[in-house]
């Protein structure tokens, strides 16, 4: 049986890319070679995936306060690299300021 395949658009900057099943926002981006979001570790630990969910069914794995407080995630933000999607998707994504380390 094939793998199932969503449709994410990101609203804000008018994208639309394929994601596969039980692969997170972000591998889809990068398989596809889409600069929809930025890319920075991969896991979590950075924040400079977020995005706002608007619309779509998903998965999270657990991310920090640190990047996406509970008041936050209650309002649909969350981080690309930690969202599975399980059904098409419409998200924005968030323009955040990375300071040097």
């Known amino acids: 049986m094939a793998k199932?395949?969503?449709l994410i658009e990101v609203r804000n900057i008018d994208e639309r890319f394929l994601c596969q099943e039980h692969q997170s926002l972000l591998g889809?981006?990068?398989s596809q070679r889409s600069q929809a979001v930025q890319?920075?570790?991969r896991?979590?630990?950075?924040?400079?995936?977020?995005?706002?969910i608007i619309s779509?069914?998903?998965e999270?794995?657990?991310?920090?306060?640190?990047?996406?407080?509970?008041?936050?995630?209650?309002?649909g933000y969350a981080l690309s690299c930690r969202v599975f999607p399980c059904s098409d998707?419409?998200?924005?994504t968030v323009?955040?300021?990375?300071l040097d380390r």
Do not use: L, P
Not at 60 to 75: G, L, W, Y
Not at 95 to 98: E, L, P, R, S, V
């Open 4 to 6: 199932a395949s969503f």
């Open 28 to 30: 889809g981006i990068e």
């Open 39 to 41: 890319i920075g570790c």
């Open 43 to 52: 896991g979590g630990g950075c924040g400079v995936c977020k995005i706002r």
């Open 56 to 58: 779509g069914d998903y």
């Open 60 to 75: 999270t794995k657990k991310v920090s306060v640190k990047h996406v407080s509970k008041e936050q995630a209650a309002e």
């Open 89 to 92: 998707m419409i998200i924005e």
């Open 95 to 98: 323009a955040i300021q990375i």
